[in-house]
């Protein structure tokens, strides 16, 4: 009889193991989608998927996933590594940072503290929403773990997580620790992050379970397709036009402008595309300056206010007249001056490059362009607004290089993605 039951367990044990599916298949990055770091950053070596850390970015799937079970084994070389598995994500970054909308289960070492530990915290970011397990001394969406399990630097940790319908639970090394519920999004993709440090992952294996089919249940943005027009590290892919090679670097995964001179333009030309940029004064205005307020029609109305001048853009396949403006003017940003003010243009083409709606973020935040140009037709949306919508740019060129424009106002830009059309 006993007997019959030990085999009875082997078997199931071995019926468990086959419903596992690998998630990396140990030689190469096949299922996995670089988002946002420079190819040096993720490697796969040794049957491992290996991170130097830096840039700060993730490495996502190549598909969304639902319900499931996630195992793999991680480990930090340096006492103070810094990582995290995201669950249920969105594919791209939020607005101006490195990471996505997403749970994150924290894969770290040397951080015990009231607020957050190393023993493997469950977390909502960037517009994630999450009820922890146990309330949070602070009030955070973030579960704290009921104990310390987890093993230091140079040794391996086995993680396994549960996400079912909404609910998320974290075993370190054999056993639950931490859990929350009432997650959304709970359908979306998986990522590995790297945050500074050099980290390892191994016997990355899923088994999916059967869809909730529940009317609650958010899902992740569909922004797939998009590469990176920026590494995160350098200026790779871009080049300086009319400008001190200081004029334009690279600090914490931005590039930043200092205001002097000088355009910072793609290498590579474009044709249709729907390019993702996010942007952010910085530093000092040029000063307060009386600008005329521009009517619907995108004819001046007459009327002045002041403003705290500030002043960048982008061009447009090449062309400086076909510029999505960035600046502090009262019609607001996504305008197109150079079209807008062209007095050869028809009135419907002046109108249609005139923005909708002011939509830009108090100066010093985030903001985040989508700008589509198909042919002739271009479309912006600022910070969820469609503010230009399929307004004809007569005369632009069919194929042309991105620029980011330099007209004396400091300036950040981060996550340049793109998506080519056909």
């Given amino acids: ?15 468990a193991a086959e419903d596992f599916t690998p998630l990396f298949n140990g030689t190469d990055l096949e299922g996995w989608v670089n988002v946002n770091g420079a190819e040096s950053t993720w490697r796969a070596e040794d049957g491992m998927i290996r991170c130097t850390g830096l840039p700060t970015c993730v490495l996502r799937t190549d598909r969304m996933y639902e319900n499931f079970v996630l195992e793999l084994e991680w480990r930090h070389e340096d006492p103070r590594g810094n990582a995290g598995v995201f669950v249920w994500s969105d594919p791209l970054p939020a607005p101006g940072v490195p990471f996505t909308r997403a749970v994150e289960v924290q894969v770290m070492l040397g951080a015990e503290t009231e607020q957050y530990t190393s023993e493997g915290d469950i977390f909502a970011i960037w517009g994630a929403r999450l009820t922890p397990d146990r309330p949070h001394p602070s009030g955070y ?5 009921s104990e310390a399990r987890t093993r230091g630097a140079g040794l ?7 996400c079912r319908d909404g609910r998320i639970t974290l075993a370190v090394n054999g056993k639950v620790v ?14 590995l992050e790297a945050e500074g440090s050099p980290i390892d992952f191994r016997n990355l294996r899923i088994h999916e379970l059967p869809s909730s089919n529940s009317p609650l249940a958010m899902v ?9 027009l920026f590494n995160g590290l350098d200026l ?80 447009l396949r090449g062309s400086d007249k076909s510029q999505v403006n960035i600046w502090e003017w009262p019609v607001g940003s996504g305008e197109v001056y150079g079209y807008r003010t062209d007095p050869g243009m028809p009135e419907e083409v002046r109108a249609a490059v005139t923005p909708s709606t002011r939509a830009d973020a108090e100066t010093g935040r985030w903001n985040r362009f ?16 469609t503010v230009i919508r399929d307004a004809p740019l007569p005369g632009v060129p069919d194929s042309g290089p991105i620029a980011l424009q330099s007209h004396h106002s400091p300036i950040e830009f981060t996550n340049l993605f793109v998506l080519e059309l056909p």
């Fill in 178 to 191: 931490s859990g929350g519920y009432d997650v959304n999004p709970r359908v979306g993709y998986i990522c």
């Fill in 370 to 385: 989508v700008i589509t140009l198909r042919g002739e037709r271009l479309t912006v949306n600022l910070n969820g607004t």
């Fill in 236 to 315: 790779e892919g871009w080049r300086i036009e009319g400008g001190a090679p200081d004029a334009w670097t690279v600090r914490g995964g931005r590039l930043v402008h200092d205001g002097s001179s000088g355009h910072l333009w793609t290498t590579e030309a474009l044709g249709d595309f729907v390019l993702v940029a996010d942007w952010r004064w910085i530093g000092d205005s040029q000063g307060v300056r009386e600008r005329p307020v521009i009517g619907p029609d995108g004819a001046e109305t007459g009327e002045t206010v002041e403003i705290e001048e500030r002043d960048s853009g982008i061009y």
């Fill in 156 to 162: 391996w940790n086995h993680y396994r997580i549960e």
């Fill in 141 to 145: 969406q973030r579960c704290l773990p």
């Fill in 1 to 15: 009889m006993q007997s019959a039951v030990l085999i009875l367990a082997l078997t199931g044990c071995l019926q």
């Fill in 220 to 228: 992740a943005n569909d922004a797939v397709g998009f590469r990176s």
